[in-house]
Every structure is written in C-alpha cells, then in structure tokens.
C-alpha cells in the first residue's frame, strides 16, 4: 500500500476491531502508550540497532526457512552499498550483482523504479552513473517505459555473446540518487532522516518469462517485480550520529571510510528487495518467538515506538493463525512522519505517523504485516498483476481485525476487473477506482470465495497457494492451480475477473 488520499479514505470506511484477537499490544488509550514504551530510547553512535537483539556470530539462518526447499538455488547474489554520509539530498551506490539465468539469454536488464513518475514528480531520480558486464566496461541503453526521467525506467546491457541456462555473469553499477525532501513516497529525506527502499537498479528477472518489460505508469501504488536473491551485503555508510535500519540481519557497526562515518552492514538469504532508514533514531526492539521486531523513528512522533512494536506483533501473531509462519527473522519498520500511509517490503514497513486511535490504524498495520506473506514471500508482477498482494492482504487484514469489507459503492468501470494492471487502472476512466478495485472488491470477492467454499477448505486453499509459491513470483494461474480443489471457489475468482 502507498501514500493514496483515495486509499486512506477506503481504509478508514471499515475499522475497529474486536477483543477476540486481543493477545497483547496496546488498547489505543493514551495510558497503554505511555506504558508500552518504556524501552524506547536515542540510538546513540557504536549502538547495535537491533536493540541487544543481534544473534551471535555464525552461519546465518537467513531471514526466511519458511518453506526453505522453495527456494531457487541458483537465486542472483547481490552486494549493495548506499553512501549516505554526504548532501542529505544525493546518495551514492554501488552493485554487484551474479547471475545464473534459468534460460537462454542476450542480454542483461535492469530497473530503476525509482523512476515511476509518481516518484520522479516529488523530486527523486535514480541515475546509472557506471557498468561493468563481466570486467568490461558498457554503456546501457536506457527506456523511458512511460518514465520522465533521464534515464528512463528500464537499462539493457547487451552481452558480448549469449549465455546458456546457468551460465554466470556479473554485472558492476555504480549509481546515484537524488532525494526529494519530505516526499511522500518510499524515497525521501528530512533534516537528520533519510529513507530508501527499492532505491538501486533491480535486476528485472522472473524465472518462465525473463526479463520484466512493464512500462511504470501515473498511478499510486507499487509496480516492482523482482526474483528472490541472496544479499550478500548490504553496506550503509553514515554520519556517525546515525543509526540504521536495514533489511535482513544485522551484521554489525565498523568506522567508516572517511573520518566522523561508519559503515552498518546487514545480509539476508533471500529477498526480493531492500529497504533502509537512517538519521538520529530513537529505537525499540521487541521478540516474538524467532522474531526480532525493530522500530525506529525521529523524535516527536504521536505514538510512541513500543506501541508501534508492540501492534505489529499482535498483527504478527494474528496472521501466523490465518496464513502460516512469519516469513522473517527480523522486522524493520520504520515511523515516517512524510509517509502518509503504509509501504511493505520484504521483512521492512514504512509507517506514516499515526496516533493508535487513527481510523485506519489497527487495518494498516495488519495490512502492512500481512504483505510479508503476499509480495515478501509469495511475490508478484506488482504492476500487471496487483490483485495478488493487495487483494489478499486486505482480506488478510479484515479477516483478523473481524471486520468486512464496505459496501462496493465506489465502483463503475472497474465492476468485476479485479485482475486488470496497474496501467489499466492509469486510464482516465479507472484512475479514481484502483483502491476500490483491487483492494476492496478484491477483499469483497475473497471473502465470498471462502463462502461459497466454506472457511476450512479456502483456509487450507490459501495456505496451499503459499506453501507452492513461497519464493516466486507468482501468477493468478498459480492461484487458479493452487484453488482447482474448489470449483465453487475458482467461480468466484472468474466472476470478479481475476483470470483474466
């Protein structure tokens, strides 16, 4: 979910929640928010930013053993730094990225989805400053793909000669950002904060199909697609005074490379983005299980860190009954007062700043938790196909809030479309309808497939579908496979236009 007027207007149409999934976390009352956030404190420099929480040295469980045997062992390995320790308004990166194709291929493409317009309008811009293919040195060729910027939204690197399936290369990429100030979007700083997530070029690889040429389009919400892989390294260099939320595990605190820096490193076994915040943070951590929590924010926010951990672990606990076992080991969420909603990665969340007793509160933060199952595990083209995460986390988060859907009034062009992309819904005509359409009426249809085939068999259905579709991007055929076992299901899905 991302900043949408629209959006929040929807979300808050249907709220509250009733006490019968009420195992911990704050009541909304401003006493529980005082109480909850007793371990809420300024990371100081040198500080490990999991709050005490960091594992030992060892071999890395990785952030996800969900369903492990899932997982593409030939899966792209990837080595990230983003150097934040200059202009607050401009990062500078670079990539390596090693590549086994599953099939034949020419040539090497990348994302740079930063640059939907959306994003590019609020004053962020990513720009491929170097490349090397295998050691040589090669100038992209860039495609706008319905992008304003420079460079486009789409590089190609053309290969020397063609590759078979498991043929390796490795691609080089140095890059830079440019930063709008207090933007909306999932790219932005303020004074002593910046925030990145899908923020370096992203191989643009989906194992069946190859390389993902969707154009980006003048809509809210995400477009992104992307294969698992293994992060080797995620390296974030700082102003010493700054602490770091990353994504996977924390690896640990080092000086810098230039006097008054340091360098956070993180690594994760398999996701399909990353996410970063960084600036003067106060933290909170919290466990559940095998769960690390880590919340940060800046000072002044309306509801206090140990509140926001303490929700999200309620949500965690909520949908492990619904849908199965977290997919992470650790949870990034960063309190964001430019964010005006919620935007879900793998294993990260960017929260806008909401006091408890917000409308829309307890549905965003199940929203957003819910997305690690729908995009973080089970992932998707979010731009053809946006159904498959949206859909299902907003019946994930009315289901566990136990509450329904609205009455579909804000629907005309978009009756029974839920399947169409995100740049059908770009059109004059459907711009206006997307929250309705994919969110609401994709929850309305879900709930009424689980009618028609009654809640223990479309209960196993769903956790079907995530068990075969764990660390892919899936398909609304893997949906129609994973449901064959429910005719009476499968109708519904059909009649609402999901198989389109």
């Not at 792209?76 to 200059?86: E, W």
């Not at 490193?265 to 466990?287: I, K, Q, W």
């Not at 140990?306 to 992470?328: C, E, H």
């Not at 307890?362 to 819910?370: N, Q, R």
Request: glycine share 10%.
């Amino acid at each position: 979910m991302t900043a949408a007027a629209a959006l929040v207007l929807v979300l808050g149409a249907c709220s509250g929640e009733s006490g019968a999934f009420d195992e911990s976390g704050g009541s909304g009352d401003p006493a529980d928010e005082a109480a909850a956030g007793d371990r809420e404190r300024p990371a100081r420099p040198d500080d490990d930013p999991t709050g005490g929480a960091q594992p030992r040295a060892g071999p890395d469980p990785g952030p996800s053993t969900v369903f492990a045997n899932r997982l593409w062992t030939e899966r792209p390995v990837v080595d990230l730094t983003f150097d934040l320790s200059g202009d607050p308004g401009t990062v500078t990166g670079s990539e390596t990225v090693v590549f086994r194709p599953d099939r034949r291929i020419c040539e090497v493409v990348f994302r740079q989805w930063t640059n939907k317009p959306e994003t590019v309008r609020l004053g962020n811009e990513s720009t491929i400053t170097g490349a090397r293919v295998d050691g040589r040195r090669v100038d992209p060729e860039f495609e706008a793909l319905g992008s304003p910027a420079t460079q486009g939204s789409l590089a190609r690197f053309p290969l020397p000669s063609c590759l078979g399936q498991g043929d390796r290369v490795t691609v080089d990429l140095r890059f830079k950002l440019t930063l709008g100030r207090s933007t909306p979007e999932r790219v932005g700083y303020s004074k002593d904060l910046v925030w990145l997530a899908t923020a370096f070029p992203l191989l643009a690889w989906e194992r069946g199909p190859g390389w993902a040429e969707n154009p980006v389009v003048d809509q809210i919400g995400e477009m992104t697609t992307s294969e698992e892989f293994r992060l080797d390294s995620l390296r974030v260099v700082v102003p010493r005074k700054y602490a770091v939320l990353g994504t996977g595990r924390h690896r640990g605190r080092e000086a810098g490379p230039t006097q008054g820096t340091a360098v956070e490193t993180f690594t994760a076994e398999s996701v399909r983005d990353v996410a970063v915040t960084a600036g003067v943070l106060n933290t909170v951590t919290r466990r559940l299980d095998g769960v690390r929590v880590h919340v940060g924010g800046p000072r002044g926010l309306k509801t206090r860190l140990g509140v926001w951990a303490d929700r999200n672990i309620r949500a965690i606990k909520r949908l492990q009954a619904l849908l199965g076992p977290f997919p992470y080991r650790d949870l990034w969420v960063s309190v964001l007062p430019d964010c005006p909603t919620g935007i879900e990665f793998p294993g990260a969340i960017q929260y806008g700043d909401f006091t408890t007793n917000h409308r829309i509160y307890d549905k965003l933060v199940a929203h957003e938790v819910a997305h690690m199952w729908f995009y973080g595990l089970v992932g998707n083209n979010q731009g053809v196909n946006p159904w498959l995460d949206e859909s299902f986390t907003s019946w994930a988060d009315y289901t566990v809030n136990e509450t329904r859907p609205p009455p579909l009034a804000g629907l005309d062009a978009a009756e029974d479309e839920v399947g169409r992309s995100l740049q059908w819904y770009a059109q004059p005509d459907t711009r206006d309808e997307y929250a309705w359409g994919v969110y609401e009426q994709g929850a309305a249809m879900l709930f009424q497939a689980r009618r028609a085939a009654g809640p223990g068999v479309f209960n196993r259905l769903i956790r079907r579908y995530i068990r075969r579709n764990a660390h892919s991007v899936a398909t609304p055929a893997d949906v129609r496979r994973a449901f064959s076992g429910s005719p009476q299901a499968i109708r519904v899905l059909r009649e609402y236009g999901a198989f389109r």
